[in-house]
């Protein structure tokens, strides 16, 4: 296909990862997104890139499809003549496309994803990890709680242990007072305790305790992927998270990081998602394990990561891999980004002063001196007075959070 098409991403959910997808594609072809949610955040107001539509009850599937419907019959050849890319920048969103693929491909969207079974094998964290078991990556010691169990089980490692959903969509579905993404637990007493709270609060499938592997942010990594309709890799950015947050409900959110390479694991991963017949993003969460010199696997989230703007602003867009798969269908040799860029979503002055490592630091200002840098919340070209405003008081902020809330001082 090689005459332009007139098209519209449709974007699902409202935070950051949202706006730094809409800016790919404004960057790249000049045009607007809509984006489509329950509620606004803060991050996607007062913002020229993005048309917003609220949907309240969107993550319904009923409510999820009418929507869908009447935006298809909208926006569509037989409305606006457009063509239409769905992406879900929120787990239970991409979930909800992929659960009811068949209807929406059937009424015309583009949909970059994978089908439901290859999708759970990723998501659902035990048969995650027994993935890495065939295909020879590592993660942490672990162990698979079942309701069942009635909270009379033993672990054959020690405390302090990490405590996070197998199904963390449904979990999501379950929030209470105290609620985390993840819990670190420091004695079996604790575990049992907030394990009975997750249950008490609805949540009814199982739980996975990990072995916590030590080290601080600087350890952590992620690997922003992209596998094409093919189910051929096109593209790895491998990035060392400088930075996380720490606030409860914000606890594993990138907040800083610096590309950097390693074709070994890059490939490993990369040959696992081919196998399995993965198709469009994913972002793999890993950490560095001094003890045995090893990286461990987290899990693989099944979209774009938070931080995935590093790889739009290090040179290769992401909105532009989508369309030029789905829409042109061009053909995309394998890139691994190797050259060094830096991305964050704080103030510099926050990354200089609670990142430690000083080898990495002064990476990083060269990288900010050569201009090898980007904050995907700051775009020269959508920059209203009061999203400025917005954004100046969440730098000022994030001070405040990492002075209360960073636990390695």
Not at 214 to 226: C, F
Not at 304 to 330: C, E, F, P, W
Request: hydrophobic share 35%.
């Amino acid at each position: 296909m090689s005459e332009k098409v007139d098209f519209m991403p449709i974007l699902l959910a409202s935070d950051i990862n949202v706006y730094s997808m809409a800016r790919a594609f404004h960057e790249e072809y000049g045009i607007k997104s809509l984006m489509v949610a329950r509620e606004r955040g803060a991050m996607t107001k007062d913002t020229n890139i993005l048309d917003y539509l609220e949907v309240p009850g969107l993550n319904e599937t009923e409510v999820f499809l009418k929507t869908m419907d009447e935006l298809y019959d909208e926006y569509g050849p037989k409305g606006r003549g457009k063509t239409l890319i769905l992406m879900g920048c929120a787990d239970h969103y991409v979930r909800l496309i992929v659960e009811n693929k068949e209807h929406l491909k059937d009424k015309g969207f583009v949909l970059p994803y994978s089908d439901k079974k290859v999708l759970d094998e990723l998501t659902l964290k035990e048969s995650f990890y027994k993935l890495c078991d065939r295909f020879g990556l590592d993660y942490a010691k672990t162990f698979i709680y079942k309701p069942e169990m009635n909270f009379e089980f033993d672990i054959d490692f020690g405390y302090p242990v990490v405590l996070k959903a197998s199904d963390s969509v449904k979990y999501h579905a379950h929030k209470f007072e105290g609620f985390h993404k993840a819990f670190f637990i420091n004695s079996k007493e604790e575990l049992v305790d907030t394990l009975k709270l997750i249950y008490a609060n609805g949540y009814d499938d199982n739980m996975i305790i990990q072995d916590m592997i030590p080290g601080e942010d600087d350890a952590i990594y992620d690997l922003q992927m992209y596998i094409g309709s093919d189910h051929k890799v096109k593209m790895m950015n491998f990035g060392n998270v400088l930075l996380e947050e720490h606030t409860p409900t914000a606890i594993g959110n990138n907040a800083a990081t610096l590309t950097t390479y390693n074709e070994e694991l890059m490939l490993k991963v990369g040959h696992m998602m081919e196998q399995i017949g993965y198709e469009g993003f994913a972002d793999g969460d890993i950490k560095w394990d001094y003890r045995d010199g090893k990286f461990k696997m987290f899990e693989i989230n099944i979209r774009q990561g938070r931080s995935h703007y590093r790889v739009t602003g290090g040179g290769t867009n992401m909105a532009k891999l989508v369309v030029d798969d789905y829409i042109y269908h061009k053909d995309m040799p394998m890139k691994l980004v190797k050259e060094p860029h830096f991305w964050h979503a704080v103030p510099l002055g926050v990354v200089y002063k609670y990142v430690k490592d000083e080898k990495k630091l002064a990476q990083v200002r060269q990288l900010v001196k050569e201009g090898k840098v980007c904050d995907s919340q700051y775009y020269p070209a959508d920059m209203p007075l009061k999203r400025w405003i917005y954004l100046k008081i969440r730098g000022l902020n994030m001070y405040r959070k990492f002075a209360k809330y960073y636990p390695y001082k």
